[in-house]
C-alpha cells in the first residue's frame, strides 16, 4: 500500500493528518498544494478531491487508487487499518467522547471560522478578524467545558488522542488571530504539553513552510 | 442499558440519530428540549451538554449515567455497540467515503448555515436567507459531486448508510430555505427513495412536531 498526502503547511486540517501519520509511524509521502497560487481549483487536485479541499489522502493498493477526502474521515480510516498506537483508546464511552470533543472544533468551531466564509461575511479586514475571532472563542469556550471532564496531561486521559489532534491546530489559529489561549485555562496547558511531543512538533506548520 | 435521547423535532442533528435509532431498532426514549422556549440553555440541560445543543444521548449502564454529545459521535457509538444492520458497511475504503460524504454536511454545510451563524452574520432577515441559501448551495454542490461516484438507490449503493443520515436533513433545511432539490439530480433522487423507507418517515420532523 502506497500512501500520499496532499496538503497545505497552514492547513489546520492538513496537520491534524500529518499528526496522525507522526503517531502511527505510517510512512506517508507529503505533497503541497498551495493553496494561494490556487492550485487547490486545478484540473490534478479536483481529480483528486472534487470539493478541491486539503488534505486528500492517495492510498494505491492493489493496483486500484483511492482518494480519501475529509480529515476527520482519514483519520477514522487510519485507525482501523493500523489499531495502534490508538488515537480512540478506551471503551465506547471514552471513545464517543474523544469523537465529541474532536466534533466541537470539525464542525463547531473550524468551518465557520474559515477563510471562505470570512471573506463571504464582509470584505472589511477588520470585520473579518472580528468573525474569526468570535467563533474561536465560542468553540474554544465549549471545548474547554466539556474538557475538563476528561483531561488528564492531554484532552482524555494522558495520552495524545484524536481530540488533541483537532485541538492543537485549533489553538494554532486562534493565536494567529490574537485569541489569547490563557482565556481557557486547561486548553492553554494541553497546548503547551502537546508541543512537548516530538509527533507534534514534526507535523506542525513551520515544518513544513515552504 | 437505558437509552434517553434529549433532541428537538426540527434540529436536522436531532433527525439524524433519531433515524439512526429506527435503522437499528435499538430502543431509546425521546425527550423534547424546546429551543424556542431556551430550554437548552436551562440548567438541566446544560449539565448534559456544557454546550447546550442538542441531540444529546443520556446513556444509564452499571449503575452509571454518562452522557453522549455531537450527532456523528453518538451515531459511532451505536455502530461500535450494535454492528447490525450497519450504517457503515464495506471495507475500509467504502466506510471511508460515507463518512466523508457525512462530513461534508456535519462540518462543511450545516454549521456555517445554522441559525446562530445567520444571526451573527446580519440582523436583516433577507440578508439571512441568503446567507443561509448561499452555503447550503456549496454545500450540497460539494456533496453531489462527490455522491455520484458510489450513488446507488442511495448515497453509497443500494442500502442507507451514515451518509444518508445526514443528506436528507439537509435536503430539509435546503427546501425550508427554498434551494430547489432539482437543482442536484443525483441527490433529489436519493431524497425521494429515503422518503419511501419506513426508518425515514418514522424519524422526520413532522413525527415529531409538538
Same mark, same amino acid.
Not at 478541491?52 to 487510519?78: C, N, R
Not at 495502534?84 to 466541537?104: H, K, M, T, V, W
Given at each position: 500500500?502506497?500512501?500520499? /498526502?496532499?496538503?497545505?503547511?497552514?492547513?489546520?486540517?492538513?496537520?491534524?493528518?500529518?499528526?496522525?501519520?507522526?503517531?502511527?509511524?505510517?510512512?506517508?509521502?507529503?505533497?503541497?498544494?498551495?493553496?494561494?497560487?490556487?492550485? @487547490?481549483?486545478?484540473?490534478?487536485?479536483?481529480?483528486?478531491?472534487?470539493? #478541491?479541499?486539503?488534505?486528500?489522502?492517495?492510498?494505491?493498493?492493489? #493496483?486500484?487508487?483511492?482518494?480519501?477526502?475529509?480529515?476527520?474521515?482519514?483519520?477514522?480510516?487510519?485507525?482501523?487499518? @493500523?489499531?495502534?498506537?490508538? /488515537? /480512540?483508546?478506551?471503551?465506547?464511552? @471514552?471513545?464517543?467522547?474523544?469523537?465529541?470533543?474532536?466534533?466541537?472544533v470539525n464542525s463547531g468551531t473550524q468551518p465557520v471560522q474559515n477563510l471562505k466564509v470570512q471573506k463571504f461575511h464582509s470584505s472589511d479586514p477588520e470585520k473579518q478578524k472580528e468573525w474569526t475571532r468570535h467563533w474561536i472563542r465560542e468553540g474554544l469556550s465549549a471545548y474547554e467545558n466539556l474538557v475538563k471532564e476528561t483531561a488528564g496531561k492531554f484532552s482524555v486521559g494522558d495520552t495524545v488522542t484524536m481530540a488533541d489532534l483537532f485541538l492543537i491546530p485549533q489553538c494554532y489559529n486562534a493565536k494567529r488571530f490574537d485569541v489569547p489561549l490563557s482565556e481557557f485555562s486547561t486548553i492553554a496547558r494541553i497546548d503547551a504539553a502537546a508541543f512537548q511531543t516530538s509527533e507534534c512538533q514534526a507535523s506542525a506548520p513551520d515544518k513544513f513552510q515552504p
Open positions: 500500500m502506497q500512501l500520499k /498526502l496532499y496538503h497545505y503547511w497552514r492547513s489546520s486540517s492538513s496537520w491534524r493528518v500529518r499528526w496522525a501519520f507522526a503517531i502511527k509511524k505510517m510512512p506517508c509521502a507529503f505533497v503541497a498544494v498551495d493553496l494561494l497560487k490556487g492550485e @487547490q481549483k486545478g484540473d490534478a487536485h479536483l481529480k483528486r478531491n472534487p470539493s #478541491g479541499h486539503v488534505p486528500v489522502l492517495e492510498v494505491e493498493d492493489g #493496483g486500484k487508487t483511492f482518494f480519501l477526502t475529509e480529515s476527520l474521515a482519514i483519520i477514522e480510516w487510519m485507525e482501523e487499518i @493500523q489499531k495502534e498506537p490508538s /488515537l /480512540l483508546p478506551g471503551n465506547s464511552f @471514552q471513545r464517543a467522547r474523544i469523537r465529541a470533543l474532536s466534533e466541537i
